[in-house]
């Protein structure tokens, strides 16, 4: 399904007020079982952190060479646009980092809206100061260059699952991240997943304000359902 720059927007608004744990329970209930992403990727806040964006996939690999910067890494990140979120994929628990504050500033100004890293990153200080969300498998100094080079971006990757080795990324995907973990979403599963995870979102509310009113969780059980 194509949505319009527009529509985009409005949806990704609309996934940032569910969490990623109504998300699995409805790509579940849909019998899409294998979208959850590893419990390894962790936000740079130690605080309570959201993200949501289309995905705009950059893949590298590990090779050693000469020179002093990748231009492939500077055309890859210059391409990204609104609403969407840069998706790196290229060798995991490597020791590199492949992004940094300087990139996820450029890419901000272009109006990229996080990123989800499946790699080191560094320049967390700064980072942090820059209300602009990151999600990554581990922290490192140790720069990419002349280490792990881009090899391509806006193709289909793979990122580490949950429940499955592996989970694959497509540009125009959506990932929704939170403190609980992250999730994909599948570009033509997203407005079905996202209506039914504000009707449960809804309902969750509705039980809260039950128990909250002296109701027990067996009768919010014959109520509701499963929850």
């Known amino acids: 399904m194509t949505f319009s720059a527009d529509e985009r927007r409005d949806l990704r608004q609309r996934y940032l007020q569910v969490d990623t744990a109504n998300v699995a329970d409805v ?4 019998g899409h079982t294998e979208y959850g992403l590893s419990s390894e990727f962790w936000p740079i806040r130690e605080r309570l952190e959201k993200m949501g964006g289309w995905a705009y996939t950059i893949r590298g690999q ?21 609403d969407e979120l840069s998706v790196w994929s290229g060798g995991g628990a490597t020791g590199i980092c492949f992004f940094g504050e300087l990139i996820a500033r450029g890419m901000q100004h272009r109006g990229s809206v996080g990123a989800l890293v499946d790699g080191g ?7 942090a100061r820059m209300n602009y969300p990151v999600f990554a498998r581990y922290r490192t ?16 990757v793979y990122l580490p ?19 609980d973990g992250a999730m994909v979403i599948p570009a033509e599963l997203v407005l079905e997943v996202l209506e039914q995870a504000e009707a ?14 002296g109701a027990t969780l067996p009768e919010v059980l014959a109520k509701y359902g499963h929850v």
């Open 121 to 127: 990153i560094r320049d967390i200080e700064w980072l």
């Open 27 to 30: 790509l579940d209930q849909l």
């Open 161 to 179: 699952g949950a429940t499955s080795e592996r989970v694959m990324v497509r540009p125009g995907d959506f990932i929704l991240a939170d403190f």
């Open 62 to 82: 590990m090779t050693p060479y000469p020179g002093t910067g990748d231009p492939k890494k500077m055309e890859a990140v210059s391409g990204i646009g609104p």
């Open 141 to 156: 100094p140790v720069q990419s260059i002349g280490r792990w080079q881009v090899n391509a971006w806006q193709i289909p």
């Open 200 to 213: 449960l979102t809804a309902q969750e509310q509705r039980i809260r304000e039950d128990l909250d009113q």
